[in-house]
């Protein structure tokens, strides 16, 4: 059997959610880092052990928990911060990645989605995706859905907006394009599609190679693999 990764990605409310609920439908295979990132970072992990000692215990909850609303209001305001924040967590949201597409390549999946709303931004895992999708929606659109769905002036709005990649430079670094700007029917018809083709594909990934060490046992083997793809 073969199997290849997919890069899913968007731009702050263009509606990614709505695209991964029907790809979870179809039966797909779909890594949400987001997910990932907050499971990192739980106490007792390594990432969180470094993230209290770089921003202080201010940032925790009462149940020792990192509050994630503080700080992300502390690196939403300061870039040196969230680049400090973010090589402390990616390292360990990678790797925890790898384990999880190695058990969907042992269970036979033709093709594993990962979920990466940085995806764009930074870079650094595009290289290992056969291919990437972008979850579109045109800007007012975009502008419009959020200040409806976070309740935001529109300056406030334009500010978050602002702070990515903007949608329309993603669309060009994209293989594939799902354009969420109408209805969720529309949205819908055009992930059949989009997965309809990605199941004819007879491209394979490299993972094939890292899974057959783990079957044969050779776990030294496994983590030479580990330390190259995350390096």
């Excluded at 783990?214 to 776990?219: E, K």
Aim: glycine residues 6%.
């Amino acid at each position: 059997s073969t199997m290849f990764l997919v890069g899913l990605s968007g731009g702050i409310a263009s509606g990614k959610s709505t695209v991964v609920a029907v790809l979870r439908e179809l039966g797909c295979a779909v890594i949400d880092a987001d997910v990932i990132a907050r499971e990192v970072v739980q106490p007792h992990f390594k990432a969180y052990q470094q993230i209290v000692c770089y921003f202080g215990t201010e940032i925790l909850l009462e149940n020792g928990e990192i509050n994630r609303e503080a700080l992300g209001n502390i690196i939403f305001s300061h870039p040196e911060k969230r680049q400090l924040l973010n090589s402390i967590t990616h390292p360990e949201i990678q790797k925890e990645m790898l384990k999880q597409i190695l058990k969907y390549f042992v269970l036979g999946y033709r093709y594993v989605i990962l979920d990466i709303p940085l995806l764009f931004e930074t870079n650094r895992l595009t290289k290992f995706m056969k291919y990437t999708v972008l979850v579109y929606c045109d800007p007012p659109t975009q502008l419009s859905r959020l200040m409806k769905r976070n309740g935001l002036s529109q300056a406030e709005a334009e500010a978050r907006i602002a702070s990515q990649l903007p949608l329309d430079e993603k669309r060009k670094l994209a293989s594939h394009v799902i354009d969420n700007s109408g209805d969720r029917e529309r949205t819908r018809r055009q992930v059949l599609r989009l997965h309809a083709c990605l199941e004819d594909s007879l491209d394979f990934l490299w993972a094939r190679l890292a899974v057959g060490t783990v079957v044969a046992g050779l776990g030294g083997l496994v983590y030479l693999l580990l330390r190259h793809f995350i390096s």
